[in-house]
């Protein structure tokens, strides 16, 4: 058995026409740690980059789609080797603009 531990991430946008996004954190302790922001002028493939470009992998992604056939939901996750004393939403993601922030990600 490996004693390598992961921790996980889940990027969601719920409604892509308003990009009302989540970012979810799951610890390896079992607690999760959700940071919510809407409106915001980040699309989906950009929050993929940030949360990418601060150390998680992507490991899949997940598309839900109304009756219609319009897009309604997506989702992504991310993986990461845990490590020892660093917290699961850090490094800090990076929000390219100074007018945005979203609860506590922004540095």
Known sequence: MSDIQWEYCQVCVINPNIRETSIMFSETNG???????????????ACLGLVGGVG??????????DSCGGLKRQYAYFKRQKETGRKIDEPRIIIPTDKFDINGLTG
Do not use: D, P, Q
Request: glycine letters at 4%; charged letters at 25%; aromatic letters at 12%.
């Open 31 to 45: 607690r999760v740690r959700v940071h919510k922001f809407t409106k915001g002028a980040l699309s989906f493939e």
């Open 56 to 65: 998680w992998e992507m490991v899949s992604t997940h598309l839900i789609h």
